[in-house]
């Protein structure tokens, strides 16, 4: 359904909460949900847009969002190592130790030829974590110091897209099952791996709640208007 310029329904409704609809026109926002043409108001941090027809959430606008990416993407880097090739737990039974890190568990699965498992967990849990906290951390760090490249518009578009390849807490749940399953019959002792794994699983969901893709988009939109000789709408 189409409004013209002067009949816009209006937001009646401000609440604290994800996807949203940019239109070309940056002054109109859609409705995921219904395809409704609204005029964008001015809101304030922390509240989000309700679509007056079918009480859809439009847009959260989230506090300082630049600012907390940033952070937890470089938090994330720095629990990366740790997380990854550090043991994660130390067994214990009948006499015998054995530990072993995510690393080693990708590579006990390929050595295993359980292929299709050994890449799943290596793209899952080792690859797309790594690959998002980089590229988030390396647009909030343009994005800050005002520098624009032409790849960022398309970096941006793929740290988005990496939610769904990115999912260490797959992993996590696995580990966690394992250690039930086998608390009987062993000694478990977690070490710095485990903790490392538990907070970079944190660090790689939270990026996605503390992204405000439409503040990321303007912020893109107005570097790329700052370069000289790059036309704003290209
Ligand atoms: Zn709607």
């Not at 002792?189 to 660090?203: A, D, K, P, Q, R």
Request: hydrophobic share 45%; net charge positive.
């Amino acid at each position: 359904m189409w409004y013209n310029s002067n009949n816009y329904p209006t937001f009646k409704h401000f609440v604290p909460y994800v996807t949203y609809t940019m239109s070309e026109d940056p002054s109109l926002i859609a409705c995921h949900a219904c395809d409704l043409l609204l005029k964008k108001p001015v809101t304030s941090p922390g509240k989000k847009l309700i679509c007056p027809r079918c009480k859809s959430t439009l847009y959260h606008k989230k506090i300082d969002s630049v600012n907390k990416v940033m952070a937890i993407s470089f938090s994330g880097l720095l629990l990366y190592y740790p997380a990854i090739f550090a043991p994660l737990l130390t067994l214990s039974s009948a006499g015998m130790t054995q530990k072993g890190s995510v690393f080693d568990a990708f590579l006990s699965f390929y050595h295993q030829e359980y292929y299709f498992v050994a890449v799943i967990l290596f793209l899952t849990s080792i690859f797309f974590p790594l690959f998002k906290l980089s590229l988030l951390l390396s647009i909030t760090i343009q994005i800050k110091l005002q520098i624009y490249s032409r790849s960022l518009p398309f970096l941006f578009r793929t740290a988005n897209s990496l939610d769904e390849w990115s999912m260490p807490d797959v992993y996590l749940i696995a580990i966690l099952v394992s250690i039930i399953k086998i608390s009987g019959i062993a000694t478990i002792h977690y070490n710095l791996g485990f903790v490392s794994f538990v907070f970079l699983t944190i660090m790689t969901r939270a990026t996605a709640s503390a992204i405000d893709s439409e503040l990321f988009w303007q912020k893109v939109f107005q570097l790329k208007k700052s370069v000289k000789g790059v036309p704003a709408n290209g």
